[in-house]
């Protein structure tokens, strides 16, 4: 099978019994001394016409999907979702359809830049042994969670720094905020668990949980089952925002509000819901003024009345998130939309709120840094306080608002190492780049946070063999640790990341009630790589106590702005890219759901407000905001307020490989280094101005699916 280990050689490492006919297929823990080879070197086990399996997860972002991969003839063809996870169940979105366009990225980091790996080994020694501890610290992305547990206990272990883990994925998000209120609220911090699926009506307001927001796979079935009108009355959907996301356009009844008065509307809902029900007020609506709020928020109150009296008579379930949070007052907004569950007195219950379950092998809910946390963690930086920044899993250049100054700041450190796997910003910055593996060549493994109600740890295990000299981040610390001995080595006692891995999964034979048992580690591994994972069957959401929630007196009061102009700044995720999805032209290429727009960067204008401004689709206009300027292509949105104006974050990178540099704009170079409460940077709490910078030029322009002349008649008897 290879030049080492011969078929007899390999059974003996495989086990007996099951775990041998999983080492068969590739799956059992000695595979990883198999090379998966291409057509040129084939393999033994592997013909010419038959297509092998892997079961693995999902690293295109930290929701934690099971993957199997379909591979012919060594090379990895086709992904689909692992109908065996309970997370995803058989289903995958874009980006996990497009991670074979990473894993076969003509730009990927191809080496270590000291040339070889030794010398990269020994650089990363001498960092750790050369100075304190306490001058050492790690960033970390949102996934993958074994190797930041590895970091965690060597940071533990040596006195070095915990490591410190964001994405902007969480940011937007606005995860913190939701934590925190779940914390004030009922004792608990943690994520809520929305049950979508036993709902009669939703009322969202600003939770985009159809396109990026904390688990969009689990939610989108959830509502599929809201919508199955066969053995039920067909569930109803109203969406709170400002700009109509793709989530909105689904929506049954979408509200256009003002930015910053959600917290108002819920609560005023709330009081005429409670009004139309008879009884007590609660205390909780009890200030509230609904002629007021509708003023404010800029509806009319005929139609708050009339939601009001959907609520009264129907099961609803209320999900604050997205922009909604990144308010000064979002941790108000957030205790006030989850106070309308308390209202329809929904915790606990089918088509209500829950607490997210612990995954297995963890005892307590970990977010990832704040956006507050993280400026603490720029200032640490500039300060000179860590000499020596090791980069994994994120990209911080880009995805950190460039007004916490986190660029400059590297200038600071002494030594910046980074883990990339592609050329991107940070890794730019750094002064030594040693590229781990693409996620379909790396063992792991990955909690999942939110969106199952049973405990469920994804594995991961390589789908090909490497393409390029690359190696596991996890590999090259426990061999530096090594390297630089004593309370190093001590920490990291492992042959390889593998080794590390089985030390953790094995823990979990000791569990009942899981999706698999096995008598030995072997095995129990073994099957953990044929099942794409561990799950426990049991409900592990936590029910939560709302009695006293009605009891609070909720400020709602309305939202602070920053800066000058005259346009609400709503930023968004783009459903199809995210923060890294902008090197993969299948997602460059994928249609936006409500512009159809490719390839670049758009700010949505309502017509009326262009018309005012003199401005045309196509045109390039500067937004400007206290903390910067970007300029852009002009659409025209007519699902957009008109004192607002929208931009989707995932382009504008200066690296990042040539499907992703120099195209389009960053939105989050106009952010302020703003925060509400919970520490959340408020994204959607910026106020910017518009100015024209040229006309738009005849065959020059945003690329669409859908062109203007289909969406406004544009060409149809006169010049544009």
């Known amino acids: 099978m290879t030049e080492k280990f011969s078929r007899r050689d390999f059974l003996k490492l495989a086990g007996l019994g099951a775990a041998t006919s999983a080492i068969l297929t590739g799956c059992g823990p000695a595979s990883r001394y198999v090379k998966r080879e291409p057509y040129q070197q084939m393999p033994e086990y592997n013909y010419v016409g038959q297509n092998t399996y892997y079961a693995t997860t999902c690293r295109e972002c930290a929701a934690g999907c099971g993957l199997v991969v379909r591979t012919y003839q060594g090379r990895a063809i086709k992904t689909e979702g692992n109908a065996n996870n309970p997370l995803n169940l058989g289903k995958t979105c874009a980006r996990g359809q497009a991670t074979l366009q990473g894993l076969y990225n003509p730009d990927r980091v191809q080496g270590p830049s000291t040339g070889d790996w030794d010398s990269a080994i020994q650089a990363v020694a001498d960092a750790l042994k050369n100075y304190k501890p306490n001058e050492i610290a790690f960033l970390m992305g949102m996934a993958p969670d074994h190797l930041f547990d590895l970091v965690s206990e060597l940071a533990s272990a040596t006195g070095m720094n915990a490591p410190v883990r964001f994405g902007a994925l969480g940011m937007f998000e606005s995860r913190a905020t939701l934590s925190k209120a779940a914390e004030n609220l009922f004792g608990q911090a943690g994520l809520p668990w929305f049950d979508i699926n036993g709902a009669e009506v939703v009322f969202s307001f600003g939770a985009n949980f159809l396109e990026t927001w904390l688990s969009p796979l689990p939610y989108t079935r959830g509502f599929v089952g809201l919508r199955e009108g066969e053995t039920k009355l067909r569930g109803a959907f109203v969406q709170f925002e400002a700009r109509m996301s793709a989530t909105g356009a689904k929506a049954d009844h979408w509200v256009p509000v003002r930015p910053g008065t959600e917290g108002l509307v819920a609560l005023a809902i709330g009081k005429l819901a409670a009004e139309a029900r008879g009884g007590a007020m609660p205390r909780a609506f009890s200030s509230v003024n609904p002629a007021d709020v509708a003023e404010q928020a800029g509806v009319e109150l005929e139609a708050l009345e009339e939601l009001a009296a959907m609520f009264a008579t129907r099961k609803v379930l209320a999900i604050p998130g997205g922009a909604a949070l990144a308010q000064s007052n979002g941790l108000e907004v957030a205790e006030a939309v989850l106070a309308l569950n308390a209202l329809s007195d929904n915790f606990g219950q089918a088509g209500g709120v829950y607490l997210s379950g612990l995954a297995p092998m963890q005892t307590e809910y970990n977010r990832p840094a704040s956006a507050q946390e993280m400026k603490s963690f720029v200032e640490k930086m500039k300060s000179g306080a860590f000499k020596v920044l090791f980069v994994h899993g994120v990209n911080p250049v880009f995805e950190v608002p460039a007004s916490l100054g986190f660029k400059e700041a590297l200038g600071s450190v002494e030594q910046v190492i980074s883990f990339a796997t592609f050329p991107d910003e940070t890794a730019a910055e750094a002064k030594y780049v040693f590229p781990d593996h693409h996620g379909l060549e790396s063992w792991g493994y990955q909690r999942v946070a939110t969106g199952s109600d049973k405990p469920v740890l994804s594995g991961a295990q390589p789908v090909v063999s490497p393409y390029y000299d690359t190696r596991a981040t996890a590999d090259v610390l426990i061999a530096a640790a090594q390297l630089a001995g004593g309370k190093f080595a001590e920490a990291l006692p492992f042959k390889d990341e593998v080794e590390f891995i089985e030390t953790k999964v094995s823990a979990l034979m000791a569990e009942a009630d899981g999706s698999f048992s096995a008598a030995d580690?072997?095995?129990?591994?073994?099957?953990?790589?044929?099942?794409?994972?561990?799950?426990?069957?049991?409900?592990?959401?936590?029910?939560?106590?709302?009695?006293?929630?009605?009891?609070?007196?909720?400020?709602?009061?309305?939202?602070?702005?920053?800066?000058?102009?005259?346009?609400?700044?709503?930023?968004?995720?783009?459903?199809?890219?995210?923060?890294?999805?902008?090197?993969?032209?299948?997602?460059?290429?994928?249609?936006?759901?409500?512009?159809?727009?490719?390839?670049?960067?758009?700010?949505?204008?309502?017509?009326?407000?262009?018309?005012?401004?003199?401005?045309?689709?196509?045109?390039?206009?500067?937004?400007?905001?206290?903390?910067?300027?970007?300029?852009?292509?002009?659409?025209?949105?007519?699902?957009?307020?008109?004192?607002?104006?929208?931009?989707?974050?995932?382009?504008?990178?200066?690296?990042?490989?040539?499907?992703?540099?120099?195209?389009?704009?960053?939105?989050?170079?106009?952010?302020?280094?703003?925060?509400?409460?919970?520490?959340?940077?408020?994204?959607?709490?910026?106020?910017?101005?518009?100015?024209?910078?040229?006309?738009?030029?005849?065959?020059?322009?945003?690329?669409?699916?859908?062109?203007?002349?289909g969406v406004y008649g544009d060409s149809l008897g006169e010049e544009h």
């Open 521 to 709: 580690p072997v095995t129990f591994m073994a099957y953990f790589q044929q099942h794409g994972g561990w799950f426990k069957n049991v409900d592990a959401r936590v029910s939560l106590d709302g009695s006293a929630v009605l009891n609070n007196n909720f400020k709602g009061s309305e939202a602070e702005f920053a800066g000058e102009g005259e346009f609400f700044f709503v930023p968004f995720v783009s459903p199809t890219m995210a923060e890294a999805g902008a090197n993969k032209p299948w997602l460059q290429e994928l249609a936006d759901p409500t512009t159809t727009v490719m390839w670049n960067t758009w700010v949505e204008i309502n017509p009326e407000t262009a018309h005012e401004l003199g401005l045309h689709d196509d045109d390039v206009v500067k937004v400007i905001s206290e903390a910067g300027e970007v300029e852009a292509y002009v659409y025209l949105y007519p699902a957009i307020r008109p004192d607002t104006i929208a931009m989707p974050f995932g382009q504008g990178h200066t690296a990042y490989g040539r499907y992703a540099e120099n195209r389009g704009a960053n939105p989050a170079d106009l952010l302020g280094a703003h925060f509400n409460e919970a520490g959340d940077i408020t994204f959607g709490g910026m106020k910017v101005k518009v100015e024209k910078v040229k006309s738009a030029a005849r065959g020059i322009g945003l690329s669409r699916l859908e062109s203007t002349m």
